[in-house]
């Protein structure tokens, strides 16, 4: 069974501060990789996919960016923190071909101070 | 391009009575339609997935969605809610080919017990 794992749970960093957040994903080989982000009770922001190591789309440019050292890990991240970053970051996973059926991780909580 | 639309911010209903979640999508071809359910501070979870066949689909626990294309809806339903049924509810589509989900901004269910 494929399971996908975020690190870390939640943070609290100072505006300005540099961010990296992770995803990894276990049991399923060259998966189709996202990060949304979630307002507090709000919808999900698209911010990029990557269809395969070393390559990252962009959707929604919000001063961060994104890499696939691996075929299982999705790292997002900036070098300066906004008080607007805060939120719920989500990392999800689809098989290729099937339509972007979407399977989450748990999430991890950003609170920028 | 394609949208989601939640009419619905927020749904409250008694335990053990009906319910109607309404979606309505926008997009000019044949979409795959999702509904995801997110419990607090959690990822979300796939209840039930879209694309072609019977226009109605089962979902996990109970749930059902049905496809009306001449009126661009994917309403969520359940014959009798249970109190462990709250939470927020999302309604997705893709167009399938281009690695973009759109959600709707989500509709929380209250289940009064």
């Known amino acids: 069974a494929q399971t996908i794992h975020q690190w870390p749970v939640a943070e609290i960093k100072a505006v300005g501060s540099p961010l990296s957040l992770g995803c990894t994903i276990k049991g399923k080989s060259s998966p189709n990789l996202y990060w949304y982000w979630q307002a507090t009770g709000g919808t999900l922001q698209q911010l990029f996919y990557s269809i395969t190591v070393g390559q990252v789309e962009s959707v929604v440019q919000l001063n961060l960016s994104a890499s696939r050292p691996k075929d299982d890990q999705f790292i997002l991240s900036t070098e300066k923190l906004l008080l607007s970053h805060s939120g719920f970051y989500l990392c999800?996973?689809?098989?290729?071909?099937?339509?972007?059926?979407?399977?989450f991780g748990e999430g991890s909580r950003l609170i920028v101070v | 391009a394609q949208s989601v639309t939640q009419p619905d911010a927020r749904v409250t209903v008694s335990e053990g009575a009906s319910l109607q979640l309404r979606c309505k999508y926008s997009?000019?071809?044949?979409?795959?339609l999702f509904w995801y359910v997110q419990y607090p501070r959690q990822g979300l979870q796939l209840l039930l997935k879209y694309y072609s066949g019977d226009p109605v689909v089962q979902g996990v626990n109970g749930f059902e969605a049905e496809f009306i294309k001449s009126n661009s809806s994917f309403h969520l339903r359940k014959a009798s809610v249970h109190w462990s049924d709250s939470a927020v509810y999302f309604c997705?589509?893709?167009?399938?080919?281009?690695?973009?989900?759109?959600f709707g901004d989500g509709t929380q269910l209250v289940v009064k017990p």
């Open positions: 997009y000019s071809g044949t979409p795959y």
């Open positions: 999800a996973w689809s098989q290729q071909n099937s339509g972007n059926t979407l399977y």
């Open positions: 997705a589509v893709s167009a399938g080919s281009n690695n973009r989900i759109f």
